[in-house]
């Protein structure tokens, strides 16, 4: 059984917005998990820290999306959000959200737990 579950990528145009969800099917990731976060990927690079926040509240955005992405949970329904406003191509990847166990500076690291990713693709 999957314990992350992404949703909500999909074809857009610069300009658009979308609205990543990341579904947490088991309570222990969240009681163990001092953070989680949105990373995107593209083929043939390792995966980019995009979002994170951590258990206390802390978030941190990559340079390039900050003003643009928001990254929001919901305790009550364990989801994990990410807003992507005014997309750009170079947003395009796939975007997978994870659980880690320690916070550096702006972003979730040593992951332990992903999701299965979704793609988003962003044309001009």
């Known amino acids: 059984q999957d314990r992350l579950v992404e949703s909500g990528g999909g074809s857009y145009r610069t300009g658009e917005s979308l609205r990543l969800s990341c579904v947490v099917s088991?309570?222990?990731?969240?009681?163990?998990?001092?953070?989680m976060g949105w990373f995107r990927r593209i083929p043939g690079k390792e995966h980019v820290a995009v979002a994170g926040?951590?258990?206390?509240?802390?978030?941190g955005y990559t340079e390039s999306v900050a003003g643009r992405f928001t990254i929001s949970r919901d305790n009550a329904v364990n989801t994990l959000y990410l807003q992507m406003n005014n997309l750009k191509p170079e947003d395009t990847g796939t975007y997978y959200c994870?659980?880690?166990?320690?916070?550096?500076?702006?972003?979730?690291?040593?992951?332990?737990?992903w999701g299965q990713g979704t793609l988003v693709t962003v044309s001009s």
């Open positions: 088991s309570g222990d990731i969240i009681t163990n998990s001092v953070c």
């Open positions: 994870a659980a880690g166990r320690q916070w550096w500076r702006t972003s979730c690291t040593q992951l332990e737990v």
């Open positions: 926040i951590h258990r206390d509240g802390t978030i």
